[in-house]
């Protein structure tokens, strides 16, 4: 058998052939749904080369050219027509089978409703097409269907006509006026309740709005609604865009690959970012909805208006839209919370990612699999690399970069350079370095040395900067990193705020004037997605953490005193020495709990000690034995040091109803049941009392760490409760999961017979087995090696099932490099194991074959 190729960025050719219209007719039905696609073809320059299309998976039935049976060839996945015509009328006929559609990619069944998701490559399960995102068309769709259980026909754009058919079918017709790349494409039919809207643009134009959810949950869906208005008028306001269609609909499936998807005028949602009440879904969940469907909408200019020339540009909509999701969440909430969970993701994952065999720059260079590119780097990463444009050109000159943006590109498929091109012609900033953001992997280190000369009152920071090899590329050049700083004096008092312009491998600032030794915070808000190396004392984590300007800069310094003092444990166990903690790391964490004028949700994140995951991107080999061990004995000491505070703070926010005082008032209470399980009364007290999902399932959390009693006994009654709800049985499985105790394992694998999960559901597997993998650290990662093989049964199991979902889920198994020899030789036993599958699917195969070079 043939191996799986890479597809590389430099071999990028502009396509032969062009299709500007595309009509499809949907005859569905199971077993076998009919689809007639006829597109309008034009040869592109000069060339004799035959139309190249590409189908996946389809049962081809008739191929016209202007009404006459063509000549053509069918190769692995390529139909072939070699015509002399320079533009004809292209007709081909496909049957699917969508009820056998379990990789959840091009037409499928989600719960007895048809849809489709065709990001990135699925366009190609439907019909026989271009599908590459610069092959841009216009839609039209005609839908048939049995009218009883299909009662609503649904695709692109405006619907143009519907009616009555016989034996009982009915159908509807679309048309989308704007032109798209396939993956835009969408339909779905089914039965829905539905929630409706409208919203007057800033131009006066009404847009209808609806939310189809799955019958019974319509009481769920106004959540969704209202962060759909709040997205377009935030738009409006902050980017000065206006939606374009008349109508905007999103419907919500229970089987869903990923979060969401931006199809033209037709969103279609997984149910865990749609469906909210108080009752079922958390604060998180909450903010969770308002992110992704702010994002989803932000997609219509920023992905769909101007869209991909390629998939190596992914990140030219990708990072430019989670940025703008992530402005969205801070203009409408706390901004500091937000950067806080942006930095996380950055540091807990994407550094993960960049130290790993994956390893990619935003703009990747060569593909196997596209769907394994749908990472933390090209996302997060990739929206770090926009925000750090957004510093260095300030709010104003960003936005007169977003208009010649779209004053350039709107209708266009561009590259990441266009869009760089775009903001560099608006501003006087020449970004010609920083576009090396785009082309280089790999987590750049940056070491700073602070100097004092007390006579001359001048103080110095040199900084240099080095990005380690990845598997890509060994050789790496300096980085234009804006790097933010605050200077404080003793009493508290800012002397100097800034962000530095540093570009070169080693480069001296040089203040003058300061009076007194200055304390830096360093890399405030995280201006660059960089690893910063500086000695910081205790003493100065301290003075940041009590006088930073920047609350993200208090956050970042009790995060450095945290860590700092587990790893000094790690070594004192290493060494045989007793463990320890330094005070004054106890009084700014009791500091903390006490503040009166710190927000809560802030304090909440400070208390959030650093999860072990976090601590292990830290550095570059790990002990992990030492590490649960020290982790836990801070964690420990944290917590009973503060015993008495944190439970005047429980009891005093104990019936405060909002989510900041939630946030605070629950890990106040984790945090008591690691200094005494005795405190197990009062999370059973919560839970048995709570009026909301945040409360209930904050008391299962706190008690998740031993299989005790009244634990079992909770989830229990839990399970009853919920049994119905899948999306609230996940919550359950995700406990079940991370459950920090030997027995974890041995329940996880009874539970795959339990009703509540599905490997056929990817909410349903990530919640037992992707939280297992990527949030049970010292389970997952058991001295006996059983962790590795759960997870490899797991991916072997999901790889005939949904190979997207199984590579997404192996990746803490790809990411071996930081641990001792014993775990590493099993780890890679494991994926010789998942290499050795017969039929291995590419995304599987690019992973494990990276792991394994
Ligand atoms: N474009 C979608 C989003 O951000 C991502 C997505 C949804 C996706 N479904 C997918 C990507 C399936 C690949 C495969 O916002
Ligand atoms: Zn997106």
């Given at each position: 058998m043939s191996q799986p190729q890479a597809k590389f960025l430099r071999d990028y050719q502009k396509p032969k052939f062009k299709i500007s219209h595309i009509d499809l007719d949907f005859t569905l039905a199971q077993k076998q749904t009919q689809v007639v696609a006829t597109s309008k073809v034009f040869r592109q320059g000069h060339h004799q080369e035959p139309l190249v299309l590409v189908g996946d998976e389809l049962t081809l039935l008739s191929v016209m050219i202007n009404g006459n049976k063509a000549e053509y060839q069918l190769l692995a996945g390529e139909l072939v027509i070699d015509t002399a015509l320079d533009n004809f009328?292209?007709?081909?006929?496909?049957?699917?089978?969508?009820?056998?559609?379990?990789?959840?990619?091009?037409?499928?069944?989600?719960?007895?409703?048809?849809?489709?998701?065709?990001?990135?490559?699925?366009?190609?399960?439907?019909?026989?097409f271009l599908d590459r995102p610069d092959v841009l068309a216009i839609y039209t769709v005609r839908v048939e269907a049995d009218r009883q259980a299909f009662p609503y026909l649904l695709s692109n754009g405006n619907l143009i006509d519907s009616g009555e058919l016989q034996g009982g079918r009915h159908y509807a017709k679309w048309h989308d006026p704007f032109p798209k790349p396939a993956y835009l494409f969408?339909?779905?039919?089914?039965?829905?309740?539905?929630?409706?809207?409208?919203?007057?643009?800033?131009?006066?134009?009404?847009?209808?709005?609806?939310?189809?959810?799955?019958?019974?949950?319509?009481?769920?869906?106004?959540?969704?609604?209202?962060?759909?208005?709040?997205?377009?008028?935030?738009?409006?306001?902050?980017?000065?865009l206006e939606y374009d269609l008349d109508i905007y609909m999103i419907v919500a499936v229970d089987f869903f690959n990923m979060g969401a998807m931006e199809n033209k005028g037709l969103n279609v949602f997984n149910t865990k970012f749609v469906l909210a009440d108080k009752a079922s879904a958390t604060d998180d969940d909450y903010h969770g909805i308002e992110s992704v469907v702010g994002h989803e909408y932000f997609h219509n200019w920023t992905g769909n208006r101007v869209t991909c020339r390629d998939w190596f540009q992914l990140s030219l909509k990708e990072g430019l839209t989670v940025f703008r999701d992530q402005e969205f969440s801070s203009d409408l909430g706390s901004r500091a919370v937000n950067r806080i969970h942006a930095i996380k993701a950055i540091k807990n994952q994407q550094f993960a990612e960049d130290s790993g065999p994956m390893a990619h720059p935003i703009r990747p260079e060569s593909v196997i699999e596209m769907n394994n590119f749908y990472t933390v780097t090209v996302y997060n990463k990739g929206a770090e690399v926009i925000r750090m444009m957004h510093t260095l050109l300030?709010?104003?000159?960003?936005?007169?970069?977003?208009?010649?943006?779209?004053?350039?590109?709107?209708?266009?498929?561009?590259?990441?350079?266009?869009?760089?091109?775009?903001?560099?012609?608006?501003?006087?900033?020449?970004?010609?370095?920083?576009?090396?953001?785009?082309?280089?992997?790999?987590?750049?280190?940056?070491?700073?040395?602070?100097?004092?000369?007390?006579?001359?009152?001048?103080?110095?920071?040199?900084?240099?900067?080095?990005?380690?090899?990845?598997p890509d590329k060994a050789e790496k050049q300096p980085l234009h990193i804006p790097f933010d700083i605050e200077l404080l004096d003793v009493d508290g008092d800012t002397v100097f705020n800034r962000v530095l312009d540093f570009t070169e491998e080693t480069q001296v600032f040089t203040f003058d004037g300061i009076k007194q030794k200055p304390?830096?915070?360093?890399?405030?808000?995280?201006?660059?997605?960089?690893?910063?190396?500086?000695?910081?004392?205790?003493?100065?984590?301290?003075?940041?953490?009590?006088?930073?300007?920047?609350?993200?800069a208090k956050w970042e310094a009790s995060v450095s005193l945290f860590s700092q003092s587990v790893w000094q444990n790690v070594e004192r166990l290493q060494n045989n020495q007793s463990m320890y903690i330094d005070p004054?790391?106890?009084?700014?964490?009791?500091?903390?709990?006490?503040?009166?004028?710190?927000?809560?949700?802030?304090?909440?994140?400070?208390?959030?000690?650093?999860?072990?995951?976090?601590?292990i991107e830290q550095k570059d080999a790990v002990d992990l034995d030492s590490l649960a061990l020290a982790r836990e004995f801070v964690v420990f000491e944290v917590a009973s040091d503060c015993e008495d505070e944190l439970l005047a703070r429980f009891?005093?926010?104990?019936?405060?109803?909002?989510?900041?005082?939630?946030?605070?008032?629950?890990?106040?209470?984790?945090?008591?049941?690691?200094?005494?399980?005795?405190?197990?009364?009062?999370?059973?007290?919560?839970?048995?009392?709570?009026?909301?999902?945040?409360?209930?399932?904050?008391?299962?959390?706190?008690?998740?760490?031993?299989?005790?009693?009244?634990?079992?006994?909770?989830?229990?009654?839990?399970?009853?409760?919920?049994?119905?709800?899948?999306?609230?049985?996940?919550?359950?499985?995700?406990?079940?999961?991370?459950?920090?105790?030997?027995?974890?394992?041995?329940?996880?694998?009874?539970?795959?017979?339990?009703?509540?999960?599905?490997?056929?559901?990817?909410?349903?597997?990530?919640?037992?087995?992707?939280?297992?993998?990527?949030?049970?650290?010292?389970?997952?990662?058991?001295?006996?090696?059983?962790?590795?093989?759960?997870?490899?049964?797991?991916?072997?199991?999901?790889?005939?099932?949904?190979?997207q979902v199984a590579a997404r889920i192996i990746t803490p198994l790809i990411q071996f490099k930081k641990f001792d020899a014993t775990r590493q030789a099993m780890m890679k036993q494991q994926l010789q194991r998942i290499l050795a599958v017969e039929e291995l699917s590419k995304d599987l195969y690019e992973k494990v074959t990276k792991a394994l070079a």
């Open positions: 009328e292209l007709q081909i006929i496909t049957q699917l089978d969508p009820e056998a559609n379990s990789s959840l990619e091009g037409l499928y069944m989600s719960d007895g409703a048809y849809c489709t998701q065709c990001e990135a490559e699925g366009f190609r399960r439907i019909t026989y969408a339909l779905v039919a089914g039965d829905f309740d539905l929630l409706e809207d409208k919203f007057t643009t800033c131009n006066q134009r009404e847009v209808k709005l609806q939310v189809f959810v799955d019958k019974g949950n319509l009481s769920k869906a106004h959540h969704a609604m209202a962060s759909l208005k709040k997205s377009m008028t935030w738009d409006e306001s902050r980017f000065n300030g709010e104003a000159a960003f936005q007169q970069g977003m208009k010649l943006y779209f004053e350039r590109h709107d209708g266009q498929a561009v590259t990441c350079d266009d869009f760089v091109a775009a903001m560099q012609d608006a501003s006087e900033v020449d970004l010609t370095q920083f576009k090396r953001w785009y082309s280089q992997a790999g987590t750049p280190q940056v070491d700073v040395k602070e100097h004092y000369d007390e006579q001359a009152h001048v103080y110095q920071l040199t900084l240099s900067q080095m990005t380690p090899a990845t304390i830096p915070s360093l890399l405030q808000n995280f201006s660059a997605p960089v690893k910063l190396n500086f000695n910081y004392s205790v003493e100065q984590l301290v003075h940041i953490m009590r006088f930073a300007t920047s609350e993200v004054r790391i106890l009084d700014a964490f009791k500091g903390v709990i006490l503040a009166q004028d710190l927000d809560k949700a802030l304090m909440a994140e400070i208390l959030t000690l650093a999860s072990a995951s976090s601590l009891r005093e926010l104990e019936k405060v109803d909002d989510a900041a005082a939630r946030a605070l008032k629950n890990i106040c209470l984790s945090l008591l049941l690691k200094v005494e399980q005795s405190y197990a009364a009062l999370a059973k007290q919560q839970f048995q009392s709570a009026e909301n999902m945040t409360d209930s399932l904050a008391a299962l959390s706190a008690l998740n760490s031993e299989s005790s009693l009244i634990r079992d006994e909770l989830m229990s009654q839990f399970e009853r409760q919920w049994i119905d709800t899948p999306l609230v049985m996940d919550k359950w499985l995700v406990l079940h999961a991370t459950l920090a105790c030997s027995k974890c394992i041995n329940q996880l694998q009874s539970l795959f017979e339990h009703e509540a999960f599905s490997f056929n559901n990817p909410n349903r597997v990530r919640s037992l087995i992707g939280a297992f993998a990527a949030g049970n650290t010292f389970e997952f990662h058991r001295k006996d090696g059983v962790g590795y093989q759960f997870l490899a049964d797991a991916i072997i199991k999901l790889n005939s099932v949904n190979p």
